[in-house]
């Protein structure tokens, strides 16, 4: 059986950036089980299991564009440290729930400290970055009516979403 839409997925993957850094892995894991076609994974790698049947081998690069995005520069602000009361120690790296103007909120990651403000980045970590994967087509499969209505599969030992 080959990967199309409304195929359940399963496949590891090892992860790098474009100097060879490992990012993740799913080696010695689980494999990472996916909806094909439901928008669960980043659309570059998505795109490129469409047609790959178990057993496959392959290496996949992914444009900044077509994972994460670009990094939009709006989503990096400088807040007030006040903003953040209660606080007692705040260090690059350290992430938090922002507010939005819509009731919701994003996540946040600290990435410089002065005296007065506090630079946050609501780009996801991995935004702006090409990626590349190395994976291994693990099972593919028909998605069951239940998978189908809620969206996303159930590997081995998961429960309801």
């Given amino acids: 059986m080959t990967i199309k839409d409304n ?27 996916y909806l094909h076609g439901a928008g669960n994974i980043i659309p570059g790698l998505e795109n490129a299991l469409k047609g790959k049947s178990v057993g496959d081998n392959m290496t996949v690069a ?18 007030p440290r006040d903003a953040f009361q209660g606080v007692d120690s705040i260090e690059v790296g350290m992430q938090f729930e922002a507010q939005t103007g819509q009731g919701g909120s994003v996540p946040v990651t600290v990435t410089a400290i002065s005296e007065d403000t ?44």
């Fill in 7 to 33: 195929s359940a997925v399963s496949f590891h993957y090892t992860l790098t950036d474009d100097d060879g850094q490992q990012l993740d892995s799913s080696v010695g894991n689980a494999p990472l089980a």
């Fill in 118 to 161: 506090i630079t946050v980045d609501g780009n996801h970590p991995l935004a702006g970055k090409n990626l590349n994967f190395e994976v291994s087509i693990e099972d593919v499969r028909d998605a069951t009516p239940e998978e189908l209505e809620l969206g996303h599969i159930h590997g081995p030992n998961e429960e309801d979403q």
């Fill in 62 to 79: 992914v444009s900044a564009a077509e994972g994460y995005g670009e990094v939009q520069s709006e989503l990096i602000q400088q807040v």
